[in-house]
């Protein structure tokens, strides 16, 4: 049961997205974010989702994916679309009963925040979908090099990173074994109120968190038997490299977003 | 030839736990005491003891992860006291566990065997040279963008000695690295040392608890509490039943089985340790008995 687990969001692919340098992956994600957040305008919406339907089409990212990103958000856009419109107020009242007024304002702006939100969502989640987490990590680590000049362990933080994605499987794994062992025993995991279900994880954590402080020792041991003395003097296997589309992708993000903050400044 | 490895009257303890309410310090027993050994290169040499005996320990020194108390240890000629020598040592001397996912770094096959050479510096396009020959060197070369979790334990394991074949040793070091493999997965492993052994040269220092995997190797040792007390060819170590039962440790099973036949008053020869050998013995008892 806990294998259905899947790490991460990476749906595997080989689209023009896919192939794209994760770093400029990152940084045009980034762009995409000032570009919905530049305006209030109807314009900055459009343009938003004309950048995020073109992507979605080049990425070869199925329809019933970004379903999947959106779902678990679902609440939150309800709950943002009744807030708006419950306390936004203009003189332009649609229907009102007793104190509760529903406005054109209210109408107006918590379908601008839904729309925004979807847009975010769909369009940043486009980034995990199309770049596997150790692309990302190395993505990371490249981007935050510079960070190194004021003594931040960058190398130190991707290899954490790296370290934690990949003993995520194996200490699930390893969960499933003391919960069926606990269980062998007469634990009642899914039985008891609240309180019984917490207490009864106790047995299940412990376990785990032993074990895992002694993986942690054996890997250390393995590491510096394969000469591991931090990131001085590191070569690494795969080199990020920028192509000529990197840069055309880059562009067109920036474009989109220059079109996002004028609009926003002439129609104000 | 010139010696891989060179012990001499090594003596180490573990630290004591830090005593409770300013009592005396105690001082463990001391797990090594007094081992001396000498490792001849392209060499294939087990280590046998029972649980606490000292072997990995032994092991752990090779490679410079523990430091003598006494005596000094020597790889390759290098000092392993002196750290300026630390990182020639372990690029010199790899070293596999016991279990495969706690030695496996990367999410990619071909990642985790490029850890090693990655830390030694080594230019991107010799590290790619290198992880594709030792994928192939064990075999696993088409499994190069697996996740080590897709894989079975004896696949790991080898993926783990392609990483250390990756930093070109002379020597590896493989610590009880079958104990949690199946029978196939043992046999994958086997094959796969036996044959960086004979075709590359490289010294093995194999530590085992399975009787059947030191029978094949050229040299035995046997440490017990500390001290080594059997270092033979196979056959001779092994013919000494009465000895290995009393270190707690058993024979090879065709050797057993013809220990209780010569018990038993039948003319076996001595030295068994292979099936084969076995066979040909229990054919020529027959034959004579007919």
Same mark, same amino acid.
């Given at each position: ?47 938003? &989702? ?30 943002? &679309? ?48 199309? #770049? ?42 390893? #969960? ?10 007469? &634990? ?60 055309? &992708? ?19 | ?56 320990? @032994? ?13 000094? +240890? ?22 596999? @566990? ?41 075999? +696993? ?116 089985? +013809? ?32």
């Amino acid at each position: 049961m806990l294998k259905d687990i899947t790490l991460g969001q990476y749906f595997p692919g080989n689209s023009v997205i896919h192939r794209m340098d994760p770093r400029f992956k990152i940084i045009c994600t980034v762009l995409f974010i000032v570009m919905l957040f530049a305006g209030n305008s109807l314009w900055t919406l459009v343009i938003g &989702a004309v950048f995020v339907v073109m992507a979605q089409l080049l990425s070869r990212i199925p329809l019933k994916m970004s379903w999947k990103s959106l779902k678990p958000i679902l609440p939150i856009l309800v709950f943002t &679309a009744v807030l708006n419109l419950l306390f936004i107020a203009d003189d332009n009242i649609l229907w009102q009963w007793k104190f509760i007024k529903i406005t054109m304002g209210g109408v107006h702006t918590s379908v601008f925040m839904i729309v925004r939100i979807v847009l975010l969502i769909t369009g940043s989640s486009l980034l995990t979908y199309t #770049t596997s987490p150790i692309l990302l990590t190395d993505a990371i680590e490249s981007l935050m090099n510079p960070l190194k000049k004021i003594k931040f362990p960058v190398h130190e933080m991707a290899m954490m990173m790296s370290i934690a994605l990949r003993f995520i499987p194996t200490l699930i794994e390893e #969960t499933d074994k003391i919960m069926s062992a606990q269980k062998a025993r007469g &634990a009642s995991l899914d039985s008891g109120k609240m309180m019984e279900r917490i207490r009864a994880l106790i047995p299940i954590l412990i376990p785990l968190f032993v074990s895992a402080f002694r993986r942690a020792e054996e890997l250390a041991t393995a590491m510096e038997c394969r000469c591991y003395r931090g990131g001085e003097g590191r070569t690494r296997l795969r080199q990020l490299r920028a192509a000529p589309r990197d840069y055309i &992708a880059f562009v067109i993000c920036m474009l989109f977003t220059a079109a996002s903050v004028t609009v926003n400044i002439l129609f104000k | 030839m010139a010696d891989m490895i060179e012990a001499k009257h090594l003596i180490f303890r573990y630290p004591a736990d830090e005593p409770e309410d300013g009592k005396e310090a105690p001082v463990n027993e001391p797990i090594l005491k007094d081992v001396s050994l000498s490792i001849e290169k392209g060499s294939f040499t087990a280590i046998l003891g029972h649980n606490g005996s000292g072997k990995s320990t @032994f092991a752990k020194h090779i490679n410079a992860i523990l430091l003598p108390e006494e005596g000094t +240890m020597l790889v390759d000629g290098l000092d392993t006291k002196d750290e300026q020598n630390l990182f020639d040592i372990r690029q010199k001397a790899g070293m596999v @566990f016991q279990n495969p996912d706690n030695q496996i770094v990367a999410t990619i096959v071909e990642e985790d065997v490029a850890f090693a050479p990655e830390n030694l510096g080594v230019e991107p396009q010799e590290i790619r040279r290198r992880v594709d020959e030792a994928l192939k060197t064990v075999g +696993m070369y088409e499994y190069r963008k697996h996740a080590p979790s897709q894989l079975s334990g004896g696949q790991k394991q080898r993926v783990a000695i392609a990483g250390v074949i990756a930093m070109q040793p002379d020597c590896i070091v493989l610590d009880e690295p079958t104990a949690m493999l199946d029978p196939q997965g043992r046999q994958e492993v086997l094959e796969t040392i036996h044959r960086l052994n004979h075709e590359q040269g490289i010294t093995i220092v194999l530590i085992t608890h399975y009787m059947e995997e030191a029978a094949e190797a050229d040299r035995v040792v046997v440490i017990d509490s500390g001290r080594v007390v059997l270092d033979d060819t196979p056959a001779k170590v092994f013919s000494q039943v009465d000895r290995m039962k009393s270190l707690g440790l058993d024979v090879p099973q065709v050797t057993e089985l +013809m220990w209780e036949l010569r018990q038993a008053g039948y003319a076996v020869p001595d030295g068994i340790i292979t099936e084969g050998e076995c066979l040909t013995a229990l054919e020529q008892l027959l034959l004579r008995s007919e």
